[in-house]
C-alpha cells in the first residue's frame, strides 16, 4: 500500500460538487492514493466528450463534503485538460461519477458527461474508470447498504487497476450499480446494449403561443445478456469493458466492395468536377 499512496488519482463527475455520488467516489479511493476532487460547478449531464472552446474557463476552490474541491464552469471534459495541465501532469487513474442514473447502452453512453471524462482522460493515456447508478436522486446514496457497497466495490476495482493497468484493447470501464442492493446481488460482465430509451418529443405551446419541444424518452424492452437488462432486470452489478476505436473490423468481402465502388465514384466525381471547373485567373501581385 505505501506504493499506492504515492499514485495520483483524479475523482470527477458530471452531476457537481453537490452530489453524494462524488463523495462516496472519493471515500472509495482516498485509501489508494493522493486524490485530487475536481467537478463541474452546475450539473453537465449529457454533455459527453464536449469541451468548452467558446468561453473562457476558471478554477476555484471550494470545502464541501469536508474535503477540498476544485471547481469549474467547464464539462468533466474539461476538467480532464484543465487537472493534466494545472494541477498535475501525471495522473494514474481517473475515476468519474458516481453518475445520478445509470449509464447503460451505446445511446445513453455516448452523451454521458461521467463516462465522458473517462474516455476523454483513456484517450490522454490514463487509465479510467466511470461509475453509475440507477438512483434518481443524490439522496437515495444514502441507503447505507448501496452507498457501503458501492464504496467497497469501486475500491477494489480502483485498486486492480491501479495495480495491474487495463488490458490490451480496453480503454476504459464502465461500470454500473442497480438501485437496491441484496443479499442476491451478483456482478456481471456485460456487453452494451445498443439502445436504452425509444426518444420521444414533446410539443407544448408558451403562454405567448410558441411553440416549444421537450425531449424525452421510454425505456424500451432490454435485451438479454445486455448491461441494459442485467441493470433494471437482473439488479446486477454490471461492469463492461469499452474500447474507443472506432474503425471497423473483420470486415465482409460485401463490405470491401461496397468501400472500394465509394472509393471509385468519389474519385470519378473529382475527376469530373476538375474538368468543368474554370481555370483559376491567375493572380498578380503588385
Known sequence: MS???RRKILVTND???????LKLLHDAVEPLGDTIVFAPETPKS???????????????TVEYWGMKIYVTNGTPSDIIYLALNELSPNLDLVVSGVNIGDNTSVQVILSSGTVGAAAQAALLGVPSIAFSAAVEESMEFKDPLLSEVIVRVARRISEIVLERGLPPGVDLLNVNFPRRITRETKVKIARIAPIKFLQRVNVNYDPRGNKYFWLYGMMADPIPGT??????????????PIRLDLNTRNSSEETARFLRDLVREAESTLEDTARAAPEAEEVIET
Open 227 to 240: 448491461d441494459v437488462y442485467a441493470v433494471h432486470v437482473e439488479g446486477a452489478i454490471t461492469i463492461s
Open 15 to 21: 452531476d457537481g460538487i453537490y452530489s453524494l455520488g
Open 3 to 5: 506504493l499506492l499512496k
Open 46 to 60: 449529457a454533455s459527453g466528450l464536449g469541451i468548452t472552446l467558446h468561453k473562457p474557463l476558471r478554477i476555484q
